[in-house]
T-cell receptor, first 114, second 113 residues
Framework: GENVEQHPSTLSVQEGDSAVIKCTYS??????FPWYKQELGKRPQLIID?????GEKKDQRIAVTLNKTAKHFSLHITETQPEDSAVYFC?????????????FGAGTTVTVRA | NAGVTQTPKFQVLKTGQSMTLQCAQD?????MSWYRQDPGMGLRLIHY???????DQGEVPNGYNVSRSTTEDFPLRLLSAAPSQTSVYFC????????????FGPGTRLTVT
């Protein structure tokens, strides 16, 4: 099955700085890569996703990049704000197959210092 | 729309007891799944369903059963609770299999003593 590794496990940044979280996946057939944000005590919520036919996607201060050759993808948060403090999870799955499983990384706890 | 709902929010069980965690969605989603969340281990898939009457195992299915008699409901049964099943359980649904936005329920915090 798919194995997703996520680094770092914790990340502390000064408000206004950028944060970068990296994930690697094992199955070259994976073609859907979402990122979820989970605030303390809340449910995970999708913040951005990318499919394998795209190399980069942006949404305001958030961007995701995908390198299919190296089998890794990254989340970039620019101009961090206190409300960006949360746990972030990357995930990977295959579409168009009989395997409907979404595999998650272990998560990154991001703390934005004021 | 209520989205994805889960009951109960909290539960304490003794080792060997059984119980059912309820999950329902009102978005007419075909795909539903159960995850458990443990510190440092992310979200691990327990079971999933691609439609009424169809279920399959995920990454950590042992000790759990599921059924999907309707599109809306996807209960998770713990057959004989063990301390290793202490966790936070999330139900999720999506329109299309696992390759679409997953809508998570609020979670159930389960403690097995």
């Amino acid at each position: 099955g798919e194995n997703v590794e996520q680094h770092p496990s914790t990340l502390s940044v000064q408000e206004g700085d950028s944060a970068v979280i990296k994930c690697t996946y094992s199955d070259s057939a994976s073609n859907y890569f979402p990122w979820y944000k989970q605030e303390l005590g809340k449910r995970p919520q999708l913040i951005i996703d990318i499919r394998s036919n795209v190399g980069e996607k942006k949404d305001q201060r958030i961007a995701v990049t995908l390198n299919k050759t190296a089998k890794h993808f990254s989340l970039h948060i620019t101009e961090t704000q206190p409300e960006d403090s949360a746990v972030y999870f990357c995930a990977a799955s295959m579409t168009g197959s009989n395997d409907y499983k979404l595999s998650f990384g272990a998560g990154t706890t991001v703390t934005v210092r004021a | 729309n209520a989205g994805v709902t889960q009951t109960p929010k909290f539960q304490v069980l003794k080792t060997g007891q059984s119980m059912t965690l309820q999950c329902a969605q009102d978005m007419n989603h075909e795909y539903m799944s159960w995850y458990r969340q443990d510190p440092g281990m992310g979200l691990r898939l327990i079971h999933y369903s691609v439609g009424a009457g169809i279920t399959d195992q995920g990454e950590v299915p042992n000790g759990y059963n599921v059924s999907r008699s309707t599109t809306e409901d996807f209960p998770l049964r713990l057959l004989s609770a063990a301390p290793s099943q202490t966790s936070v359980y999330f139900c999720a649904s999506s329109y299309f299999r696992g390759s679409d936005e997953q809508y998570f329920g609020p979670g159930t915090r389960l403690t097995v003593t």
